[in-house]
């Protein structure tokens, strides 16, 4: 159901996710200095006042004095030496990207990459998780593997948005501010348009899809979570899909992935033996469809075969969350 990668490739794929991690921080460190400081004299006052913007928002930081001129002096120094490293680091992953397409070593689809990266750039990533068919490449990049066959193949990206977390989703993107999910899918590719028909799916010119789906509480009547992100009205419209709560509640599983391209993103899925119990569920559903079901079997024992072979130290007796009539599947799956 699997095959090894190559040497070479796992040999690149550990150098390259080294400078992945070095460069991730140096992002992390770089937003410290993010916008500007300056001095400001108010009114007919004489004294001037050290003042922080950011995105167009200010904060006065107090008057000036032996403190604040230290403050300032530290900020133009930090904020100088965090651009250059940044720069030099950017330079060596834009290399690094150019030797992983000529190895051949991503498999992800670019637009899956070029959207969670969109969306991380837009800092939004915490309210989403990747589930369906895409999470496998997050399986097989862990454990060293390629999946066989086309069990990975789809033009379907799925979107989980985990609408319990009951805060306001405000973006550093305006373009997410003002136009929602869409403006950020746009920003990856123009041709991204929110379907008539179906509001919770977008689709750009080539037919590949990204749908925005969300829980379905138990009882209609406790049903009172937003079914957008913000108030955008031509935004996505979250589908409400039965059973979310199932994955939403398991342990979060996170990996670099890497696209076809060679270009770089982090994938933030469900765990694995979660995405083995909810598939077998789906395969034994009376109302699914008979296409899929299937596929969903064939994915089912795909990664449940590359956790006992090779990720053994995941228990499926931890995830607890599942009813025991979906638990008790598993035994159909060896």
């Not at 993010?34 to 001037?48: N, P, V, Y």
């Amino acid at each position: 159901m699997f095959q090894d990668i190559a040497e070479s490739t796992a040999k690149q794929f550990i150098d390259v996710l080294q400078l992945w991690d070095v460069l991730q921080d140096a992002e992390r460190r770089g937003a410290k200095y993010t916008g500007s400081m300056f001095w400001r004299k108010t009114g007919t006052a004489k004294t001037e006042y050290l003042i922080k913007e950011i995105r167009g928002i200010e904060k006065s930081l107090g008057c000036r004095s032996p403190d604040t001129e230290h403050i300032m002096t530290e900020f133009k120094r930090n904020k100088a030496e965090s651009s250059e490293r940044l720069k030099a680091l950017r330079d060596a992953m834009k290399k690094q990207q150019r030797v992983n397409f000529a190895l051949r070593i991503g498999r992800t689809p670019n637009t899956v990459i070029a959207v969670l990266n969109a969306i991380a750039d837009a800092g939004i990533s915490e309210h989403f998780l990747v589930v369906g068919t895409n999470a496998l490449y997050a399986y097989e990049t862990h454990a060293g593997v390629y999946l066989s066959g086309d069990i990975t193949a789809t033009k379907d990206f799925d979107l989980l948005w985990d609408s319990r977390k009951h805060l306001s989703l405000v973006s550093k993107d305006p373009e997410f501010n003002t136009k929602g999910l869409i403006g950020i899918l746009r920003k990856v590719d123009k041709s991204f348009a929110v379907l008539d028909d179906e509001a919770y799916r977008a689709a750009n010119s080539d037919g590949y899809l990204v749908d925005l789906i969300k829980r379905r509480p138990a009882s209609y009547f406790d049903d009172h979570e937003k079914q957008q992100l913000n108030e955008v009205e031509a935004d996505f419209w979250a589908c409400k899909i039965p059973n979310m709560d199932w994955l939403l509640s398991s342990p979060k599983f996170k990996q670099v992935i890497v696209g076809v391209n060679g270009h770089m993103a982090e994938m933030t899925t469900i765990d694995p033996r979660a995405f083995v119990l909810f598939k077998a569920y789906l395969s034994q559903k009376e109302d699914r469809d008979a296409i899929k079901k299937p596929r969903d079997l064939a994915q089912a024992k795909a990664v449940f075969s590359l956790i006992e072979e090779r990720l053994p130290h995941l228990g499926f007796d931890q995830i607890k969350v599942f009813p025991e009539k979906v638990r008790a599947l598993l035994g159909e799956l060896r």
